[in-house]
T-cell receptor
Framework: QKEVEQDPGPLSVPEGAIVSLNCTYS??????FMWYRQYSRKGPELLMYTYSSGNKEDGRFTAQVDKSSKYISLFIRDSQPSDSATYLCAMINSGGYQKVTFGTGTKLQVIP | EAQVTQNPRYLITVTGKKLTVTCSQNMNHEYMSWYRQDPGLGLRQIYY???????DKGDVPEGYKVSRKEKRNFPLILESPSPNQTSLYFC????????????FGPGTRLTVT
């Protein structure tokens, strides 16, 4: 079993829809949670970062962490065609050394 | 502009022919790493470096070598490439090992025939 599980999609939604992207994990030592966005032919870029359980909002994006269920989500409101990309969840454990474990990514397409 | 650069961006080679993929960052970051990205497997760390002359294996180091002689450069060496090393490779850097955000290069698409 992988430490981080993420549905690869693809996920296709109409413009303006609310998108929900999710990851589950098995390692309870993960303490830092991130979402990266990767456009085609580009490297991943950090989109959201959270440390504790709860919600964090940034514009149209909301990151949610539920440590008790080992489940994280990224919500995109009023989705735009420019949001079409692959979204990778990533996690860091609580050790001093920064070892990042990535999900496999979910490919999102927003249809105009 | 602060960035991580990789060269070449695309490379097709044959089995056994040694190659080097270069990586350079202009942000004075201490920590650098190499990843490969494969469908269904996601990003997997190959090697990382915490600073000059300090490198260590990641999750999938077999068949790869690295060196860190200067802070800004972290080349990835495939001494005898094989077809199973066909992949998309990313170099990344971060200010320090305890920093959470990684800055990725644009990627190198390698095909080994």
């Amino acid at each position: 079993q992988k430490e981080v599980e993420q549905d690869p999609g693809p996920l296709s939604v109409p413009e303006g829809a609310i998108v929900s992207l999710n990851c589950t994990y098995s390692n309870s030592a993960f303490q830092y949670f991130m979402w990266y966005r990767q456009y085609s032919r580009k490297g991943p870029e950090l989109l959201m970062y959270t440390y504790s359980s709860g919600n964090k909002e940034d514009g149209r994006f909301t990151a949610q962490v539920d440590k008790s269920s080992k489940y994280i989500s990224l919500f995109i409101r009023d989705s735009q065609p420019s949001d079409s990309a692959t979204y990778l969840c990533a996690m860091i454990n609580s050790g001093g050394y920064q070892k990042v474990t990535f999900g496999t990514g979910t490919k999102l397409q927003v249809i105009p | 502009e602060a960035q991580v650069t990789q060269n070449p961006r695309y490379l097709i080679t044959v089995t056994g022919k040694k190659l080097t993929v270069t990586c350079s960052q202009n942000m004075n970051h201490e920590y650098m790493s190499w990843y490969r990205q494969d469908p269904g497997l996601g990003l997997r760390q190959i090697y990382y470096s915490m600073n000059v002359e300090a490198t260590d294996k990641g999750d999938v180091p077999e068949g790869y070598k690295v060196s860190r002689k200067e802070k800004r450069n972290f080349p990835l060496i495939l001494e005898s490439p094989s077809p199973n090393q066909t992949s998309l490779y990313f170099c990344a850097s971060t200010p320090s090992p305890s920093h959470y955000e990684q800055y990725f290069g644009p990627g190198t698409r390698l095909t080994v025939t």
